[in-house]
């Protein structure tokens, strides 16, 4: 069984083929280097550790653009690496193929310990809100609907329906 969300149209291509749009898609919200993370200015880009890129197919031009992977196509490229792998994402707009990427790199990070998660949920957060604010995305759709889960208050916030974004429970 396939996840609906994930289209699996190829495994691997090249990372020329690959078009990044930070503006609309970058996912955090800045770049800190810490302990929390490498800051991938190696030049060795081993596939093992740098996973999938997820990619979104703009339907209007058809070019397939990175949602979540921006810094790994980015190590890909100064290594002069052939072919990475990637995953194309199923999603009707822009804005819902952002928030896809989120919900997809913060599953990464939910088997992490403690520091990194709630690292990780605040790095992207500001990007989220962003979103939400200028109406980007839509803050009654189903994208935002699911980013609530992770950021209740911002549902309470943006949502026409408050009263559906309660805390998380915590554990």
């Known amino acids: 069984m396939s996840d609906p969300d994930i289209i699996p149209e190829r495994n691997r291509i090249s990372p020329r083929e690959i078009r990044q749009d930070p503006q ?28 999938i890129l997820s990619l979104w197919r703009d339907p209007p031009e058809g070019a397939l653009y990175v949602i979540d992977g921006h810094r790994r ?10 072919q990475v792998l990637v995953q194309c994402l199923d999603a009707p707009s822009e804005a819902d193929a ?3 990427g989120v919900l997809l790199n913060l599953a990464q990070w939910a088997f992490e310990r403690g520091d990194k998660l709630l690292w990780a949920m ?11 604010h200028t109406r980007w995305l839509d803050p009654d759709g189903q994208a935002a609907t699911e980013l609530y889960e992770y950021y209740p208050d911002l549902g309470r916030r943006y949502s026409s329906f408050p009263e559906n974004h309660k805390e998380a429970a915590t554990v």
């Not at 800045?30 to 302990?35: G, K």
């Not at 196509?73 to 052939?82: F, I, K, P």
């Not at 605040?122 to 939400?132: F, H, K, N, P």
């Open 24 to 51: 609309r898609f970058q996912s955090r919200a800045e770049y800190p280097i810490d302990a929390m993370e490498s800051d991938l200015t190696d030049e060795r880009y081993v596939e093992l550790y740098a996973g």
């Open 73 to 82: 196509l980015e190590l890909a490229r100064r290594a002069g690496v052939s």
């Open 98 to 100: 952002f928030a896809k």
């Open 122 to 132: 605040a790095s992207r957060r500001a990007a989220v809100e962003r979103a939400l």
